[in-house]
């Protein structure tokens, strides 16, 4: 997550600076900066926020000049995210539009998946995004 420090840094901040804001210690920011502390879509959106860029911008799953990747969609891939975060907000209070980042941004991440992984993953991700999304 190097582009987490890459876009902090354009953003004039530093991660005490950072740190404050969030009333968290530096090295909070830092490990989610290096990747060694899982970081859920509620901080991405906070530090998008802080440093003024959207969250796929933030973690590097911008398409350029916003236009859609020219890969396939892969629908089947698609039906078992909905599917799966679908069943893990049944009796949640979840904001449709945070809901739906959840489901794009796994659906990014697995599409570089191979085999089995994507799975757990699928699982895994949507399980961690939810949690911080539920209302």
């Known amino acids: ?10 953003a004039g901040m ?3 600076g950072v740190a404050e804001k969030f009333d968290v210690t530096p090295m ?3 490990r989610f900066e290096k990747g060694t502390r899982n970081i859920s879509l509620k901080w991405l959106e906070k530090l998008a926020g802080l440093y003024g ?10 398409p350029p000049e916003g236009k859609m990747p020219e890969t396939a969609l ?3 891939l698609l039906e078992e995210i909905v599917t799966y975060a679908m069943f893990r ?23 570089q998946i191979e085999g089995k992984q994507k799975t757990a993953q699928i699982k895994e991700k949507v399980d961690d995004m939810i949690a911080c999304v539920a209302a």
């Not at 997550?1 to 354009?10: E, G």
């Not at 907000?89 to 599409?111: E, F, H, M, W």
Request: charged fraction near 30%; charge should be positive.
């Open 14 to 16: 530093t991660l005490k």
């Open 89 to 111: 907000c049944k009796g949640q209070n979840v904001d449709p539009k945070k809901l739906s980042k959840v489901i794009c941004l796994t659906y990014a991440r697995c599409l």
């Open 28 to 30: 909070t920011i830092q």
């Open 74 to 76: 892969n629908p089947e």
């Open 53 to 62: 860029v959207t969250v796929p911008e933030l973690i590097g799953e911008e």
């Open 1 to 10: 997550m190097n582009r987490l420090k890459t876009i902090r840094k354009q």
